[in-house]
């Protein structure tokens, strides 16, 4: 399995980027799963429905099956390896955020000085940028996508699958 990690700053365009990204790579044949972290600790269940009761009642672990799949709790922050570790039936998953792993990395860039995450990360193998007029030349970075090239950016993420290449 291949591990590649979307990150940048807040209102970058991760989420929508590792979205048309999931598509393009189902649609070519992939099996996709996804991590994403939250910095901000919101809620993981809506207030009030079972799930959400559950843990408030002191389960430390929830699942809540339908028809319409399966999720599941668990209170405090889980290590992103053993999430990684649960998902052995996909080829790829694409994590959203965790700057600190260890695994590849694609920073997206869009305002100036958001360069720096470049620094703070380490293991950034590429970055997909917003307009770029020159400004972002010179990064440092082998492999630089414009944010709007998908099928480019999926098939560097699913050759990186092909070679099954260490992080």
């Known amino acids: 399995m291949t591990v590649m990690q979307i990150i940048g700053y807040a209102n970058s365009g991760k989420t929508t980027l590792l979205c048309r990204l999931i598509e393009r790579l189902v649609s ?9 972290h939250d910095a901000h600790c919101r809620e993981f269940d809506v207030p009030g429905k079972d799930s959400w009761r559950h843990r408030k009642s002191g389960a430390k672990k929830t699942a809540f ?41 694609i920073a997206v860039l869009r305002n100036p000085g958001d360069e720096r995450i470049l620094h703070a990360a380490d293991n950034v193998v590429a970055a997909a940028v917003w307009a770029n007029n020159g400004q972002w030349d010179g990064l440092g970075v082998d492999t630089m996508f414009d944010i709007d090239a998908i099928e480019e950016m999926a098939d560097y993420i699913a050759q990186t699958a092909l070679r099954r290449e260490a992080p």
């Open 65 to 105: 099956v339908s028809a319409a799949g399966t999720a599941y709790f668990e209170e405090g922050e889980a290590a992103l390896a053993e999430i990684i570790n649960r998902m052995q039936d996909v080829d790829i998953v694409l994590v959203e955020g965790f700057k600190a792993a260890p695994y590849r990395k």
């Open 28 to 36: 070519a044949g992939c099996h996709v799963g996804t991590v994403k």
